[in-house]
């Protein structure tokens, strides 16, 4: 306790407690206030602000070509052949140039007044300080009036002042080269795979620039160079996302509109949307080129135009049905992106995940609507299967909230759940756990060691159905499959209701070795396709149990596998004698002390949690297909492209 109050505090409060933070220093404090924390989402934010200035100049007509590079020791490098940054003495403070307050003040740059840019995504007056702030070095080149200046800083400090460097008769533009500072993100480093497609995006947001991208980094799939220029934007976009997959429409509701030319403001918005019976809808929107992940006005009008459209063309052709589609079900099966440049925007949060401008709303819902009603009323075979879809979808949603609403009423209708499942105590789901464990010996440690109140648990037989592919009728038959649905309550697909899900935590336990890894994504292959939401919402764990246990003495330690063992062994466990080392086969041969200790308790075991982190629509899925799909020839390709990244195995 002491060393949490020392060192020890001042009794008197006043002016010289206060602490007055630098804007770099502030940066470096709570680095959290400006790029959302310090993991690998906020390091690569860091080079999504820098590439979102460059597209900034692209939008406003300045630049034609952006150039993105990963170099070998780390730095990255965007650049551009926009109007480079003013280099000129500040008027405010003419001791510095514009250049050096832009990288070294919150809350500077050329995007408050509109002059300069009627639209931009970078965060205004704040992304290349805060990037400045954040890395051990940052270099700028800025080539204007045919002469080139640069500037070098560390951790937000300059250098040295502003230079001129010499001539660039034909060279114009902003070049940024900069490394993440250790001292912020540790070991963490830039991914050529997520910054390929981070540059691929953008081409698709603003159709009229080109992209240019390197790497000397290689991960074995992204490619050294390439470039990015794509005529149909978010069309383009959408078509790669769905791949060849069956959709309702023949093509889809893709468009733009200039805001000037509607609402006399400056601004467009771009769409494309399709509905498919192949997988679980999706949105992914954009506010000035800058992906919003949590959504926000642009997306609520664009889902307003298309909920009243749909029911409007349902009225038109005389389906009452209509009317009890919801946006709900718009979202089942449809697929969408969109994309909204407007001036001055506003956002929750500093990374910008919402947009809150009001206005947006309005003049999405107003832009994209006349172009579905023309765009339904011209392909009535397009418009007719979407109808029919979004009409079966509503029923489907209310037969089971009919059902659901049923099952309350009658008090007494007992739930049927396979006679495996070895159920908790618990009337609620808040807190409650469903161990699916690999075998009954594995599910007897598992009984005697379990909390009876919070924790259930459901014994598998071998390994279940490869899902992928298979026929529904496979899938209806598999008595595995089958007793695990039952236990959860839950249905398949499209069926599936996370409200239905009758546990908290849902633990895949399976044995610390090659046929429990096999299992395990069986399992994960399953959920993910059929279940996806609950993994999405946060449901769905990985145990982790001991391979070895090591006793010496009085002490015991538990380790997950040969290199952790080897680090115990060789610095010792503090008793005295032999250190004693039992390796378990299987968690049937675990006792119920130690199943507890090491996977089941809460305060001393250690869980996974399963997540999916694609940065486009459809990744993951496509990588669960190659690695577990029909297709043989796939595996054995993904395998030849990354065998060299696996070490050599002791067998």
């Known amino acids: 306790m002491n060393d949490l109050l020392s060192p020890t505090p001042k009794s008197d409060y006043d002016a010289s407690s206060i602490q007055v933070l630098e804007d770099m220093e502030h940066v470096r404090l709570r680095p959290g206030m ?35 590079e990963l170099h070998a020791n780390g730095h990255v490098s965007v650049r551009d052949n926009g109007r480079g940054i003013p280099v000129d003495p500040h008027p405010k403070d003419p001791r510095k140039s514009a250049l050096e307050i832009i990288f070294c003040t919150l809350n500077a740059g050329g995007k408050f007044s509109g002059d300069s840019y009627q639209t931009s995504g970078g965060l205004h007056g704040v992304g290349s300080s805060v990037v400045n702030a ?13 002469e080139l200046y640069m500037m070098e800083f560390s951790r937000g400090i300059p250098q040295a002042p502003l230079a001129k460097i010499g001539a660039a008769p034909n060279r114009r533009g902003t070049s940024v080269t900069f490394h993440p500072d250790p ?16 540059a691929r995006s953008k081409a698709y947001l603003f159709s009229g620039v080109e992209i240019r991208w390197k790497t000397e980094i290689s991960d074995g799939d992204t490619p050294a160079e390439a470039t990015f220029k794509f005529p149909g934007g978010l069309a383009d976009y959408l ?93 089942a099966g449809g697929c969408a992106l969109v994309s909204c440049f407007i001036r001055e925007p506003e956002f929750v949060g500093q990374t910008k995940d919402r947009l809150a401008t009001t206005d947006a709303a309005r003049m999405v819902e107003g832009a994209v609507r006349d172009h579905f009603d023309n765009w339904l009323a011209a392909d009535t075979k397009s418009a007719g299967a979407i109808l029919d879809f979004l009409v079966l979808r509503a029923e489907e949603r209310l037969r089971r909230r009919q059902e659901k609403e049923t099952q309350r009423k009658t008090a007494t209708k007992k739930l049927r759940l396979p006679g495996k499942l070895v159920d908790c105590a618990s009337n609620t789901r808040d807190g409650t756990e469903l161990f699916i464990v690999e075998g009954d010996s594995a599910g007897g440690s598992a009984k005697m060691a379990r909390d009876r109140k919070t924790q259930a648990l459901l014994p598998l037989r071998g390994k279940i159905l490869n899902v992928l592919g298979a026929a529904s009728s496979k899938l209806g038959s598999n008595q595995e499959i089958n ?25 895949i336990m399976t044995d610390a070795d090659v046929d429990g890894a096999h299992i395990a994504a069986l399992l994960m292959t399953f959920f993910f396709t059929q279940m996806r939401p609950m993994i999405d919402a946060g449901h769905l764990y990985l145990a982790c149990p001991p391979l070895y246990r090591l006793t010496q003495g009085s002490k015991r330690v538990y380790c997950l596998d040969e290199a952790e063992r080897d680090q115990w062994l060789e610095k010792g466990l503090g008793g005295k004698g032999k250190i004693d080392v039992s390796r378990f086969k299987g968690l049937g041969e675990m006792d119920a002390k130690d199943l507890k200790e090491t996977t089941m308790d809460p305060t001393s075991r250690k869980l996974i949690r399963v997540t999916i982190d694609e940065d486009e629509p459809g990744e993951t899925g496509d990588l669960v297909e190659r690695l577990m799909g029909k297709k043989p020839e796939l595996r054995f390709q993904y395998i030849s492209e990354n065998a060299r990244f696996v070490e050599e195995l002791d067998v």
Not at 134 to 146: F, I, K, P, Q
Not at 183 to 198: D, V, W, Y
Not at 246 to 258: H, I, L, M, N, Q
Not at 485 to 496: E, P
Request: aromatic share 10%; with cysteine; net charge negative.
């Open 34 to 68: 400006y790029i959302g924390g310090k993991d690998d989402r906020a390091l690569h934010h860091m080079v999504a602000e820098i590439i979102d200035n460059s597209m900034d100049e692209a939008v406003a007509g300045h630049a034609t070509w952006i150039e993105v």
């Open 134 to 146: 954040l890395s051990d070095h940052l270099r700028v080149e800025v080539a204007r009036n045919r």
């Open 183 to 198: 001292e912020i993100f540790g070991s963490l480093t830039l991914k050529p795979a997520r910054l390929f497609k981070m």
């Open 239 to 331: 078509g790669e996302a769905l791949g060849g997959a069956t959709t309702y429409a023949e093509r889809p509701f893709a468009g733009s509109v200039d805001f000037r030319d509607k609402y006399n403001v400056p601004g467009k918005v771009e769409w494309a949307i399709n509905w498919t019976p192949a997988r679980d809808g999706f949105i992914q929107s954009y506010c000035n080129t800058v992906p919003t992940p949590e959504g926000g006005t642009h997306e609520a009008g664009f889902w307003a135009a298309i909920l009243k459209g749909i029911k409007a063309y349902g009225d038109l052709a005389n389906n009452r049905k209509a009317t009890q589609i919801t946006r709900e079900d718009l979202l």
């Open 483 to 507: 007793d695990l649905t039952q236990a959860l309550g839950v249905s398949l697909g499209s069926k599936f209701n996370l409200d239905d899900l009758r546990y908290d935590k849902i633990i």
